[in-house]
């Protein structure tokens, strides 16, 4: 936090009439305000962490992100900045794109062919293709694409294999 501190405090200039006018609102601050303000000013940097440190306790506010700061605020309640029931019912579900084909088992008489097919679709040698098989359930291929996973399990279920994929 002090370096970040330190890192805004170099981007804005020193202390000015002129840059304390160009930061104001309309209307001008009250002398309550105003004598917060400098108050805040006088502060060093680890008091000025502290300071934000207990304001975010007492206020229950978690930080923001160093891009909301800079931007002057979080981001718009319409594009995800709420945090909640209602905000987390309108994302729609992300749907996997790569999938994981597992071999949770087979069928002892089909197991010639199953390695058969396991190294159709792998660059395995026999050897491997016939170790991979035999320690069932394991995963045969990762990474892979929806329409190529069902594709593999579809081959490998008719040949007698109990197929999942993750």
Partial sequence: MASRLLHLRRLLPAAR???A???STAS???SRVSGIVDEICGLNLLEASSLADALRGRLGVDQLPPLAILMGGAAPL???GATGVAGEEAKPKEEKMA?????????????L????ELRAFTSLGLKEAKELVE??????KSGVPKEEAEGIA?????LGAKIVLE
């Fill in 78 to 80: 319409g594009e995800g």
């Fill in 21 to 23: 006018v160009a930061f």
């Fill in 135 to 140: 320690k069932a359930p394991t995963v045969l």
């Fill in 154 to 158: 579809e081959k490998m279920r008719a």
């Fill in 28 to 30: 001008t601050p009250s």
């Fill in 99 to 111: 999938f994981d084909v597992k071999l949770e088992g087979f069928d002892a008489a089909a197991k």
């Fill in 113 to 116: 062919k199953i390695i058969k």
């Fill in 17 to 19: 009439p002129s840059a």
